[in-house]
Nanobody
Framework: QVQLVESGGGLVQAGGSLRLSCAASGRTLSNYAMGWFRQAPGKEREFVSSVSRSGGWLYYADSVKGRFTISRDNAKNTVYLQMNSLKPEDTAVYYC??????????????????WGQGTQVTVSS
């Protein structure tokens, strides 16, 4: 079992920055591909960014490319999402996910093995 706990969310003005953290416990994070997803009110959960188990492959949704950066620190069992130039449309609950494979499942969300409880990000205009 892997427990994932997100933190770092909050209220920020448009153009601002936040850094989300996802701390894992239970098993070493280096065995898992990791990703971030988000869900806005009334919408389906969507892929934001992911990093492969090795850390060598990074993926971003087009809507966040150039603004968000994912990284992982296996020594700290933590994955981060640096979010810059935030927009009101980035407002959502952000979830961390882990998958015991090479890559995160970006569209078949049920194929991911573990999920955190989420952290709210609100961007005001």
């Amino acid at each position: 079992q892997v427990q994932l706990v997100e933190s770092g969310g909050g209220l920020v003005q448009a153009g601002g920055s936040l850094r989300l953290s996802c701390a894992a416990s239970g098993r070493t994070l280096s065995n898992y591909a990791m990703g971030w997803f988000r869900q806005a009110p009334g919408k389906e959960r969507e892929f934001v960014s992911s990093v492969s188990r090795s850390g060598g492959w990074l993926y971003y949704a087009d809507s966040v490319k150039g603004r968000f950066t994912i990284s992982r620190d296996n020594a700290k069992n933590t994955v981060y999402l640096q979010m810059n130039s935030l927009k009101p449309e980035d407002t959502a609950v952000y979830y961390c996910a882990a998958r015991g494979g090479l890559l995160i499942a970006r569209t078949s969300l049920d194929d991911n093995d573990y999920w955190g409880q989420g952290t709210q990000v609100t961007v005001s205009s």
